[in-house]
């Protein structure tokens, strides 16, 4: 590692995206509790829908 790189507790350098940090949180999240891309969708699409109606969110 280079000197005065950080490391991430899940294992990938800092300076990561947030869509790859999320991705990364994602997939160790499924690991751990055994859910399905299919489970993060339907939480997804119920909050696509709560904020099509929120000019605020």
């Known amino acids: 590692m280079a000197r ?3 490391r991430h507790p899940l294992g990938e350098a800092a300076g990561t995206t947030f869509p790859g940090m999320y991705a990364l ?4 999240h ?3 509790y055994g ?3 299919e489970h ?3 939480v997804v699409v119920k909050d ?4 099509v ?5």
């Open 40 to 42: 993060l969708a339907i």
């Open 25 to 28: 949180i994602a997939t160790k």
């Open 4 to 6: 005065g790189l950080r």
């Open 48 to 51: 696509h829908h709560c904020r």
């Open 35 to 37: 859910i399905k891309p």
């Open 53 to 57: 109606d929120n000019p605020k969110a």
């Open 30 to 32: 499924m690991e751990k």
